[in-house]
Nanobody, 116 residues
């Protein structure tokens, strides 16, 4: 099992920045990718960004150029730096870890609210 803890959400004004973190513990081996998803109010969960075991990254079009995903392997932690935040970025943000072959573990989520 993998446990994920995601402090760091909160309220921020439009145009502001926020950094989310997600610390993994437990059976953290054979990691395929570490990911951030979000679920806006009344909408489906969507992938925001991912980082693979070799450091490759991928982003949703809506956040490209504004969000940056990174990981600290020594701390088994993944980060999401969010800049130039918009009201439409308001959502519950979830961290996930995918272990080979395709076992997905989820954090409990953290609410990010962007005020206009």
């Amino acid at each position: 099992q993998v446990q994920l803890v995601e402090p760091g959400g909160g309220l921020v004004q439009a145009g502001g920045s926020l950094r989310l973190s997600c610390a993994a513990s437990g059976s953290i081996f054979s990691i395929r990718s570490m990911n951030w998803y979000r679920q806006p109010p009344g909408k489906q969960r969507e992938l925001v960004a991912l980082i693979t075991s070799d450091g490759s990254t991928n982003y949703a079009d809506s956040v490209k150029g504004r969000f940056t995903i990174s990981r600290d392997n020594a701390k088994d932690t993944v980060y999401l730096q969010m800049n130039s935040l918009k009201p439409e970025d308001t959502a519950v943000y979830y961290c996930s870890v995918v272990r080979y072959p395709a076992i997905n573990y989820w954090g409990k989520g953290t609410l990010v609210t962007v005020s206009s």
